[in-house]
Antibody
Framework: EVQLVESGGGLVQPGGSLKLSCAASGVTFKGHEMTWVRQAPQKGLEWISYISAGASTIHYADSVKGRFTISRDNARSSLFLQMTDLRAEDTATYYC???????????????WGRGTLVTVS | QSVLTQPPSVSGAPGQRVTISCTGSSSNIGAGYDVHWYQQLPGTAPKVVIYGNTNRPAGVPDRFSGSKSGTSASLAITGLQADDEADYYCQSYDTRLSAWLFGGGTKLAVL
């Protein structure tokens, strides 16, 4: 069974920093592209960052570019999100997820964790 | 305003069929990128109900189906049940933005 477990959320003051972690099990982590997605209270889903399987390609949403850094440790099957200069509008539940895609007729299902809450106040 | 457009709400009576549309453009759905659909019950994490446009994960009933045509995709739910009441989101990749976009979400009400 695939499991993604996020941790590291909590209450932080504006301007502060926080590092989120996502531990993967039941999946060949080093073969999966990964993303972070967040959801502000009572709002929709917002993709914020992507990292390729080998970490050679990284993308960020404009809303977090320059403040957040995504990274991964394939040996430890872990994904990270370093967040700096946090703002009230960063308050959200943060989810890690594998990237689903189809290639050559085969489709890979995306998997999601249960999320970790970050409150900036 | 989301790049992927969904209706804010849809509704149907138990047993009926509803569809939720997801309209994109030539840089995302129309470029051939896959569409995934998520169901989110209140207070819980999103759950994949359709991936790769038409595929159902194990455990998702065959009342849920997905389709894609041109720059749009749709999620259909037949035989509506009370526990289908949730928010539904579509997702696809946009090559112009280099971003994994979500639709704004659709709230399904089972009357």
């Amino acid at each position: 069974e695939v499991q993604l477990v996020e941790s590291g959320g909590g209450l932080v003051q504006p301007g502060g920093s926080l590092k989120l972690s996502c531990a993967a099990s039941g999946v060949t982590f080093k073969g999966h592209e990964m993303t972070w997605v967040r959801q502000a209270p009572q709002k929709g889903l917002e993709w914020i960052s992507y990292i390729s399987a080998g970490a050679s390609t990284i993308h960020y949403a404009d809303s977090v570019k320059g403040r957040f850094t995504i990274s991964r440790d394939n040996a430890r099957s872990s994904l990270f999100l370093q967040m700096t200069d946090l703002r009230a509008e960063d308050t959200a539940t943060y989810y890690c997820a594998t990237v689903g895609f189809c290639s050559g007729g085969d489709c890979l299902q995306p998997f999601w964790g249960r999320g970790t809450l970050v409150t900036v106040s | 305003q989301s790049v992927l457009t969904q209706p804010p709400s849809v509704s149907g009576a138990p047993g009926q069929r509803v569809t939720i549309s997801c309209t994109g453009s030539s840089s995302n759905i129309g470029a051939g990128y896959d569409v995934h659909w998520y169901q989110q019950l209140p207070g819980t994490a999103p759950k994949v109900v359709i991936y790769g446009n038409t595929n159902r994960p194990a455990g998702v009933p065959d009342r849920f189906s997905g389709s894609k045509s041109g720059t749009s995709a749709s999620l259909a739910i037949t035989g509506l049940q009370a526990d289908d009441e949730a928010d539904y989101y579509c997702q696809s990749y946009d090559t112009r933005l280099s971003a994994w976009l979500f639709g704004g979400g659709t709230k399904l009400a089972v009357l």
